[in-house]
């Protein structure tokens, strides 16, 4: 009787659960996910918001002129920011020109040509390379990359192009180009690892149709894949550049450290990430904390910029694209 | 099961053409053969998917396959093309032969031999990144054709062999994917005829289309019939009925019957084809 009379009372309040379910897990993992998503758009505001603060008085000091002028001088409290926006975008640039081709390339061949026991380790492999530490890398670069590359790459691309002033003067060594070749290094896995996802989802569907037009693998990697895939590669490139960007210690380690704006890549240069590295440390006076908070502040705005920029670039090729669709 | 070519029948299939609509072939095997299948089998890793399987596919003919899911009719297709070639660890025994020429061979290119038989698919798949133009000569293009004139020629020519021309030539410029589902099917067969293949193989090309757009797929792929040799394979019995000349009834990687349509429709020598064309299972 007893065990009739629990079991009716669960019927009771199971039916009375079902007739009026409650929302509150619903709602409470609502709240909880906003609260998350909203916590990461805070974060940037407060860093940004601190970096202001931080440098408010070179800001007021030196207004504009911090990013147009190139002294750097601590002692006499001079401070322009120019040959680090420079050596940044450059580096930055330079590396994307390396590792663009390269990752996209490697990335074709794991989707579109290698044999199937080659692609799992190879893909492995790469994405080790990401896992190895930037100072590690920065090592190498010193007592490996260097010294190689003075030896052999960059005399024969002064023989070729040194007639260009990108690659006359004389070589030291640590320059803008080691610099970008090691940042290319740094940025190809995620290139790489991105853009391969990317071709793997294009639809098996599209490379039959090529291959049934009698293409061979690169038409159909050309006319099927990349073609199809091109927006998303895109995709992969600004995150490389995000990357580019804010790399730090194995450049620092590579790049000479030297603010000069100098056409020749052979030259040493200096990035916005690394002065401010290198600097912190010995920053005694106000001012010069200020302008290193305000270096903060530019690269901050910058990868903040680029990567509007992209979203933007990305925007009109979907709407372009979308607009193309209508009927 | 020796349904090999064997003997000229009293009939050729261009008297038949010409008498019009072309009735269903007495002969129990096909006139001129444009495919000749030997012995063909083809295991996928350890699993053998087509096991072997001779059979003569007839000229400007229309051969459709039938067969529960799984029974190895769309793998089969893809061999006439060395289309399975794509899917990994495959491997393949017996011989094709296409208007005499070994496709096999090791001397011959994958690719030549998809330029001389042509493929429609399940879904349509015309390049999203081409115009409709772009997408019809895509196939003349990868032939290193470069003549303007040559191409404009050729696609209208294709479009209005897919019967597609007078729905899109003011259209020509926009992407191949604006169209509707019927209409990209189209021009997927318009891509196919723009390289003038010798076969078209359709491998269930009205199974994601409404039946309006369907019927004007099947009345088309009568109209290529006079040019082309056609082989389909096809879920929807009632389609192969009214389509095709020469039915080929697959079932576990084996083929069980295959003769002219109206005999394996009307008249099924083997028990089985029977059930599964009077629904009895598949």
Known sequence: ?327 | MDHLVMETPERTVMERMEQGTAPPPEAETPAACTFEVKNLSIWYGEKRAIDNVTLGVASNAVTAIIGPSGCGKSTFLRALNRMHELTPRTRMEGTVLLNGDDLYSSTTDPAIVRRRVGMIFQKSNPFPTMTIGENVVIGLRLNGVRNQKFLNERLEKSLRMAALWDEVKDDLHKPGTSLSGGQQQRLCIARALAVEPEVILMDEPCSALDPIATAKIEELIHELKAKYTIVTVTHNMQQAGRISDYTAFMYLGRLIEFGPTTKIFTNPTEKQTEDYITGRFG
């Open chain 1, 1 to 327: 009787m007893a065990v009739a009379a629990s079991i009716a009372g669960e019927e009771r309040s199971v039916q009375a659960r079902m007739a009026s379910p409650s929302r509150f897990g619903d709602k409470a993992f609502e709240w909880l996910t906003l609260a998350m998503a909203l916590a990461v758009v805070v974060l940037i505001i407060l860093i940004g918001w601190q970096l202001w603060i931080g440098s408010s008085v070179a800001i007021k000091k030196f207004g504009f002129h911090f990013l147009v002028t190139s002294t750097w001088d601590p002692v006499a409290e001079q401070f322009g920011a120019l040959p680090f926006i420079y050596g940044t975008l450059v580096s930055s640039l330079i590396a994307l020109l390396i590792a663009v081709p390269l990752g996209i390339a490697t990335a074709a061949y794991l989707t579109e040509l290698a044999p199937l026991w080659i692609r799992q380790p190879l893909t492995s492999l790469i994405e080790m390379l990401a896992a190895i530490p930037s100072v590690i890398l920065g090592l190498w670069g010193i007592f490996v990359m260097i010294p190689w590359l003075r030896d052999y790459p960059f005399p024969w691309l002064k023989r070729l192009f040194g007639w260009t002033p990108f690659f006359s003067g004389p070589i030291y060594g640590p320059c803008m180009l080691a610099g970008g070749i090691i940042i290319a290094v740094m940025i190809l896995p995620i290139i790489t690892s991105v853009s391969r996802e990317i071709l793997r989802s294009v639809p098996d569907l599209q490379r039959e149709a090529a291959y049934g037009l009698g293409a061979t693998r690169w038409e159909a990697t050309r006319i099927a894949v990349l073609s199809y895939a091109k927006k998303g590669l895109f995709g992969a490139v600004i995150l490389g550049l995000g990357r580019a960007l804010g790399e730090t210690m194995a450049v620092t380690m590579v790049i000479g450290n030297t603010p000069q704006i100098a056409a020749s890549l052979f030259k040493p240069g200096y990035t916005l990430a690394s002065v401010l590295a290198n600097e912190f440390t010995e920053a005694t006076t106000d001012m010069y904390l200020q302008a290193l908070f305000e270096i903060g502040l530019v690269l901050f705005g910058i990868t903040i910029l680029v990567n509007l920029l992209a979203q933007l670039l990305l925007r009109t090729i979907a709407t372009t694209s979308a607009t193309r669709a209508v009927q």
